[in-house]
């Protein structure tokens, strides 16, 4: 059996950058591990809703400032009325975290979410659980990326 290597790892140093932005001596390393991956499984729960592509998590080398940067197709959503859904969101984080580490929540608008590939994988499985085909739901999401103003080869046939 060959050995499989992971894509994300090994598009790293060419076409993409780490989600995460840190280094740590090896006494902090699985700690600091376990709150990203603490502060991505939050962050997941809200992904459906609100159109979450990607997440970086930075830190300064003192390791008490975390800057969260968000990218979301539908910030209105994430933000919510007057911030009291960030507000909670930032309540949860600190809860999670140890409270000795200042966070700071950005959040950035994806100017093409038709182009995101996890964006159109959630719409192609929200029409599977509407019932709808599989053949049909993967070429609705087709048609409206490749009507999307930045889809670079028109002159893609597909089915």
């Known amino acids: 059996m060959g050995q ?8 790293l140093v060419t076409t993409q950058k780490h989600r995460s932005i840190w280094f740590a001596e090896f006494e902090n ?5 376990r709150e990203d991956t603490l502060i991505r499984a939050v962050l997941a729960k809200k992904s459906k809703e609100t159109g979450i592509s990607k997440v970086e998590i930075k830190r300064n080398s003192d390791f008490n400032k975390i800057e969260i940067t968000i990218y979301t197709a539908r910030p209105g959503l994430f933000v919510g009325n007057s911030a009291n859904d960030l507000m909670n ?9 140890s409270s000795k580490r200042n966070i700071v929540i950005n ?20 029409l599977l659980e ?24 028109k002159s893609t046939s597909f089915w």
């Open 89 to 97: 969101l930032y309540l949860n984080l600190k809860n999670i975290i």
């Open 107 to 126: 959040i950035s608008e994806i100017k093409t979410p038709d182009l995101q590939a996890e964006l159109i994988g959630d719409v192609i499985v929200e």
């Open 4 to 11: 499989k290597v992971h894509p994300l790892g090994f598009r």
């Open 130 to 153: 509407k019932r709808i085909a599989f053949k049909k739901a993967v070429k609705k999401s087709y048609c409206t990326c490749s009507n999307s103003e930045n889809f670079r080869n």
């Open 29 to 33: 390393y699985s700690e600091l591990v």
